[in-house]
C-alpha cells in the first residue's frame, strides 16, 4: 500500500476575490493510492484559513506510511492513524480518505453513492458562486452564470448592497449569500441580513467570525431566512454546539478531513434537524465529484469549484440545467482528460 | 425484486421472565430476499412492547410489494417506501432492511462490516443476560455463563436486591443491570441505583417508563453510573431530546426499522458524545449476526438473544472468551445450520 502526492496549479477563469483576499491560481494536490494494481486518486485543497499550504500538505503526507496496513477496506483504522499524526491538516487528510474511498468503489467496481445506498438518479441543484469584484465584472458573470439556476453571493464588504442591487438589476435567480465571517458586530449582520431578505435572498452563510458563535443565537432570533454554519463547523463533534446558533451546516471535505467523517456529519445533523450544505474549495473534479457523492442526501450544494478553473485536469461529476448528475463510474466516478 | 416471510418459533433454553412478563418460545419470522439467483436473509422478532406479532409483522410483509423497484442497492428509496407503508412495524420493517443487507453483501462477496469500513477484528465483549427467575434458578444461571465476563442482570420487581445478592454470591463479574422502566418513581430508582452502584454495577438501562423522560436528568445527577436509554429510543430523531437524559442509548435493529438506521443512529449519538450499546431480542443468529456487524463502532454488546435458544436455524457471529468474533461471510455473515 503506497499513496503519492503531486502538486498542480488551478488557473481560475477570473480573479477569485472573497472577503478574506484575492487570487488567480490555487494550489493543489494530487493524491495517488496503490494497491494489487488498482489506483484511487485523491485531492488536497489547501486553504490559509484553515493553516495549510502545499508544503504543509506535502509535509503531512510524507509521514503517511501506509505499509504498515493491508487491508484498505479497513477505513477506521487507517483513518485513525492518519488523523492522529498531527492536528488539523485537514486537507492533507482528505486527501488520503478520498484516494482510499476511490480506490475501494474502484475494487468493488461500484460508485460510492451506490455503496451508501443513496439515490443516484437524485439531481441536487448547485448554485454558481459570484465572487467580489467591480460591479461591471459582477455584471458579467452573471450573465456567465446563465446555464445555473442559482447564484451564490459573496459579501462582507462596504458595498454589499450594491452588490446585490446589481445582480438583481440582471437577473431574479435564486440568490444565495454567503458573507465568509465578513460582519463584525452582530447587530451590522441583522441589518444586513433583514435587508437581503427584502431582495429574496434564499439564506445566508457565516455572518459572523467563527469566533462569534455565541452571539448567534441572539442573531438567529432577529431574522428569518436560514443561517448556515461553514467556518463554525469543521468535523462532526462541532455540530450538536451550534444547534441553538445555526439552522444548517455547510460540509467541506477539506474541512471534514473527508468523506468518511463527512457522511457521519450529515447524519448527526438530520438527527438534530439541521440542513445539510455541501460546499467546496476552488478544486479539481476529484474533490468535487467527492462531494458530490453526497449530493443525494444533502439539501443544498455549492460544488463549483471545478467550473471556476480553466484546467481541471480530471472529469466527473457533471452539472445539466443547474444539477448535479452522478454518474456510474466506479469509486468517485473521476478520469483523467 | 421479491421477498418472502417464513414463521419459526425459538424455543428458549429456560423460561425468560422480565419486569413485564415470561415466555418459553418466541415466534419469529425469516425473511428471504432473492433478486438475480442471489438470497438474502433478514428477520422479524416482534415484541408486544411496540405493538407487533407474527400476525402483524406477516400481514405487513404481504404490502410490501419491491416489484416496483429494481436496483436493491437502492436502499433510501426502498426503505423510504417500506417505512412509508404504515406507522410502526419496526421489527417487520427491521426484516425487510436486513434482508437488502444480506443482499448487497453477498452481491459484492464482503460482510458488511468491511463495506462500513469498520475494524472486523475487534472483538467486543458481550454480556449474558439473566432474567427474572427463583433465587435458586438464578444462580443456576449465572454458573451457566460461565464462558460470559459480563452479566445484564434484569430487574424492577420488588426483590431486585435479592437478585444481586445471590449472584454476587455467586461470581464477581461485571455486572450491567436492566430495569425495563420497572421502577415507577424517579426517587425510587434513585434509590435503588445507588445501592446498585455499591454492588460495582457498571451501568443501569431505562430506569424509568420511556413516558417519564423528563424526569431522567434529575435521576442521572443523583446517581454516579451511566444510564442507558433502551424503551426511550427508537430511531434518529429520538436521540437529540435525550442528550441531557441519558448518558447511552440502546439500539435495537427491532426497534429502529433495521441497520441503516441503526447506522444512523451510532453517528448521531457519537457526535453528542453519548454511549452506543448494542441490544437484541430474543432472535436467531441472523438479527443477532446483523447487529454484531456495527460491534466494532459500540461501546457495550448485550447481542445474547441466540445463545438463549436452543433451536437456532442459523449461524453466523460467534462467541469467544466472553467477545463476539465476526467473520469473513458476505453480509450478515450468517448460513443455515
Known amino acids: ?12 477563469r477570473h480573479t477569485f476575490t472573497i472577503s478574506r483576499g484575492s487570487r488567480d491560481i490555487e494550489p493543489c494536490i494530487l493524491t495517488e493510492f496503490e494497491h494489487e494494481g488498482i489506483v484511487g486518486y ?11 499550504t502545499t508544503d504543509t500538505v506535502i509535509a503531512f503526507l510524507r509521514r503517511v506510511d501506509l505499509r504498515r496496513f493491508n487491508d484498505p477496506f479497513d477505513l477506521d483504522t487507517i483513518l485513525a492513524y492518519v488523523g492522529g499524526l498531527a492536528p ?15 480506490w475501494i468503489g474502484r475494487r468493488l467496481g461500484q460508485p460510492l453513492w451506490r455503496l451508501w445506498g443513496f439515490d443516484g438518479t437524485k439531481r441536487l441543484q448547485t448554485s454558481f458562486t459570484i465572487g467580489i469584484d467591480s460591479l461591471p465584472l459582477i455584471e458579467k458573470k452573471v450573465r456567465e452564470a446563465e446555464p445555473y439556476n442559482i447564484l451564490k453571493v459573496k459579501v462582507g464588504v462596504p458595498n454589499d448592497e450594491e452588490i446585490i442591487r446589481t445582480i438583481r438589476k440582471v437577473t431574479d435567480k435564486l440568490i444565495r449569500v454567503d458573507a465568509n465571517e465578513g460582519w463584525s458586530t452582530k447587530e451590522a449582520a441583522r441589518d444586513k441580513i433583514l435587508w437581503l431578505e427584502e431582495q429574496g435572498v434564499e439564506f445566508v452563510e457565516q ?6 458563535n455565541r452571539d448567534m443565537p441572539w442573531l438567529r432570533a432577529q431574522v428569518h431566512i436560514p443561517l448556515i454554519a461553514d467556518e463554525s463547523v469543521m468535523v462532526l463533534s462541532d455540530i450538536p454546539g451550534l444547534r ?4 444548517g451546516i455547510n460540509i467541506k471535505l477539506m474541512k471534514s478531513t473527508g468523506l468518511r ?17 455541501l460546499g467546496c474549495m476552488i478544486e479539481s473534479s476529484i474533490a468535487i465529484s467527492a462531494a458530490a457523492q453526497l449530493s443525494p442526501v444533502a439539501d443544498y450544494a455549492d460544488l463549483d469549484g471545478n467550473i ?3 484546467n481541471d485536469p480530471f472529469s466527473g461529476v457533471r452539472v445539466e440545467e ?11 466516478g473521476v478520469e483523467r482528460r
Open 244 to 247: 441553538d446558533a445555526f439552522d
Open 322 to 332: 443547474g444539477a448535479l448528475v452522478l454518474n456510474y463510474a466506479p469509486g468517485l
Open 1 to 12: 500500500m503506497n499513496i503519492t502526492a503531486t502538486p498542480f496549479d488551478l488557473r481560475l
Open 88 to 102: 488539523g491538516n485537514t486537507a492533507a487528510k482528505a486527501s488520503v480518505d478520498l484516494a482510499l474511498h476511490d
Open 42 to 52: 485523491g485531492e488536497a485543497a489547501p486553504s490559509a484559513r484553515y493553516g495549510e
Open 207 to 212: 455572518p459572523l467570525p467563527a469566533a462569534m
Open 261 to 277: 467523517e463527512g457522511l457521519r456529519m450529515v447524519h448527526a445533523a438530520q438527527a438534530m434537524g439541521m440542513k445539510v450544505m
Open 308 to 310: 471556476l478553473t480553466t
